[in-house]
C-alpha cells in the first residue's frame, strides 16, 4: 500500500526556519518525484514545488511565492523527502501536503496520485 | 489570485448530473494537461481525473473529463451525498512555469 506522511509541522515565528518531513512506503520511492501542496486554513490549494526522481537527476522546480526561501530535497536510503523552509511569513501558514507524482513528462511531474494525510505549520503576526 | 477559474459553487438533487467548469488561457488548459482533485471535508486531496479525460484506478464511473480549447470540465453523473466535497482543477502553466490549481468548486447535493 503506497503510503506517505508528513511530519515536522508546529508552531513557528516569522523570520524562523523549519523542515518538514515525507516519509515514503509501499513503491519504489527513487522512481517517483515528489511534490509539496500547500492549503491555507479555509482556502484553496497551493502548489508549492516538486523534485524530480533519481533518473531525473533529483532536480527542483518551486512556485515563484517561495522560491529562493524553501527548497525541497530527498534521501534515496530512507525514502524521505524533505521541504526545508526558511525565512517564515505569515502567508506561509497552512497545511501541507507531501504527493507522489504519477509521471514526469518534458521534466514537468503531475498529476499527484497520492497524497499524505498533511500536517500544519502555523506562522502567527 | 488562480489562473484557472471555477464557479465558487453548484448544487443540484441526488441522481442528477452536475458539472463544474474550469476556465485558463492558452499557457495553461489550452498546451497542457488538466486534472482534477476531490477534497472531502477534513481529508487531502484525492486525484479524480488526469491527463483531460482518464480515470485512475478505483475512482467511480460516474466521473468524467472534458476539454476544449482553453476550458475543461468535470461531470459527476447520479449524483450522490458521498459527493459532496469541493472540486479543483490543475493544469501545468507554461508561463508561470508553475502547477496551478484552479479555485475550486463546492459541490452541494441537495
Known amino acids: 500500500e503506497v503510503q506517505l506522511v508528513e511530519s515536522g509541522g508546529g508552531l513557528v515565528q516569522p523570520g524562523r526556519s523549519l523542515r518538514l518531513s515525507c516519509t515514503a512506503s509501499g513503491f519504489p520511492f527513487g522512481d517517483y518525484s515528489v511534490s509539496w501542496v500547500r492549503q491555507a486554513p479555509g482556502k484553496g490549494l497551493e502548489w508549492v514545488g516538486f523534485?524530480?526522481?533519481?533518473?531525473?537527476?533529483?532536480?527542483?522546480e518551486y512556485a515563484a511565492s517561495v522560491k529562493g526561501r524553501f527548497t525541497i530535497s530527498r534521501d534515496e536510503s530512507k525514502g524521505i523527502a524533505y521541504l526545508q523552509m526558511n525565512r517564515l511569513e505569515t502567508e506561509d501558514t497552512a497545511t501541507y501536503y507531501c504527493?507522489?507524482?504519477?509521471?514526469?513528462?518534458?521534466?514537468?511531474?503531475?498529476?499527484?496520485?497520492?497524497w499524505g494525510q498533511g500536517t500544519l505549520v502555523t506562522v502567527p503576526s | 489570485q488562480s489562473v484557472l477559474t471555477q464557479p465558487p459553487s453548484v448544487s443540484e438533487v441526488p441522481r442528477q448530473r452536475v458539472t463544474i467548469s474550469c476556465s485558463g488561457g492558452?499557457?495553461?488548459?489550452?498546451?497542457?494537461?488538466v486534472d482534477w482533485y476531490q477534497q472531502l471535508p477534513g481529508k487531502a486531496p484525492k486525484l479524480l481525473i488526469y491527463?483531460?479525460?482518464q480515470l485512475p484506478s478505483g475512482v467511480s464511473d460516474r466521473i468524467s473529463g472534458s476539454k476544449s480549447g482553453t476550458s475543461a470540465s468535470l461531470a459527476i453523473s447520479e449524483l450522490q451525498s458521498e459527493d459532496e466535497a469541493d472540486y479543483y482543477c490543475a493544469a501545468w502553466d507554461d508561463s508561470l512555469n508553475a502547477y496551478v490549481f484552479g479555485t475550486g468548486t463546492k459541490v452541494t447535493v441537495l
Open positions: 504527493t507522489r507524482a504519477r509521471y514526469c513528462t518534458n521534466g514537468v511531474c503531475y498529476p499527484f496520485d497520492y
Open positions: 492558452s499557457s495553461n488548459i489550452g498546451n497542457n494537461a
Open positions: 523534485i524530480r526522481n533519481k533518473v531525473l537527476g533529483g532536480t527542483t
Open positions: 491527463y483531460d479525460d
